[in-house]
């Protein structure tokens, strides 16, 4: 695999190849893209706390999906080892928690990130046309319609419409014509649902920083657990207002529980691979805290 970039493909590849050399792993499909790629998830552990954690719901963030491969690699050969991983008792892990991984929310856009647009795409037309006439897609955060997956939620979907006030589909801020409209962000929030996680961590790119909170039904706790992450991280945790419609936001909104948008790295997206081991010791930190604080 060429480590400037990080397919779709490469990520099945390595799921696979995850399970099939720990078979304590499970893997099941969440859904399925616009253009029928699967959206896969991993879970590690078997107990009853439910943590999800998910990457790549902007095509230009596929680093996070490198990362998120990279903290099942370590949780899984932790325990088959039977040593502990950041200084806690992976077996014990394993027992209390389930920590299910979704690396690529959004394969199709990562695709063409990574990839570009060939002769022969089925949207190359549509695609060209929504992003100006160019063919670089260095800066599209979107789904392969357009569409931005993190703007997509049934949590005050319709002001996050007026305040991104982008008139239709293009690489970035557009949140669809309805909420839940493209079948990305639909099979994430109901395989969200179908598992009724206690905590959810979406991983973004970039500035280092924690979002913990949206509109006060954030739970008393989560503004501890995102102060005990960010200084293990050395991230900085943020109150964000004027945020709607997001994945987290969502889960807060619905459940009442804490939900995290993490903001790996910095610099300009797409981040490159240079800043990936120290993006990753900064996301096993926050990780590691985070279950030892729960």
Not at 248 to 260: A, C, L, S
Request: proline share 6%.
């Amino acid at each position: 695999m060429d480590i400037s970039s990080y397919t779709p493909a490469a990520c099945e590849a390595d799921l696979d190849g995850l399970a099939a050399v720990y078979p304590f792993l499970h893997l099941e499909q969440v859904g399925t893209s616009v253009l029928g790629k699967p959206i896969h998830a991993c879970r590690f552990g078997e107990g009853d706390c439910r943590i999800h954690l998910n990457a790549a719901f902007h095509a230009n963030e596929w680093i996070t999906s490198l990362l998120a491969i990279a903290l099942l690699k370590d949780l899984a050969a932790s325990y088959d080892e039977g040593r502990p991983i950041g200084g806690m008792d992976s077996r014990q892990l394993y027992q209390r928690f389930s920590v299910w991984v979704v690396p690529m929310v959004n394969p199709d856009g990562v695709e063409l990130v990574v990839e570009g647009l060939s002769d022969c795409h089925p949207w190359r037309e549509q695609l060209l046309d929504m992003n100006g006439g160019s063919t670089s897609f260095q800066d599209w955060k979107a789904n392969i319609r357009g569409v931005d997956l993190n703007d997509q939620f049934p949590a005050y979907w319709e002001e996050e419409c007026a305040r991104r006030a982008v008139a239709g589909p293009g690489p970035r801020d557009f949140p669809g014509e309805r909420p839940l409209s493209e079948p990305e962000a639909a099979a994430i929030a109901a395989w969200t649902q179908k598992h009724d996680f206690d905590i959810v961590l979406a991983l973004h790119t970039q500035g280092q920083e924690i979002y913990w909170n949206y509109r006060d039904y954030e739970p008393p706790a989560a503004e501890g657990l995102a102060q005990a992450m960010a200084q293990a991280s050395g991230y900085e945790a943020i109150k964000l207002t004027d945020s709607d419609a997001g994945y987290k936001d969502w889960f807060i909104y619905t459940f009442g529980r804490p939900g995290f948008t993490i903001e790996a790295g910095m610099g300009v997206n797409p981040l490159p691979v240079t800043q990936l081991e120290g993006m990753y010791a900064e996301l096993k930190a926050l990780m590691l805290q985070l279950l030892h604080n729960v």
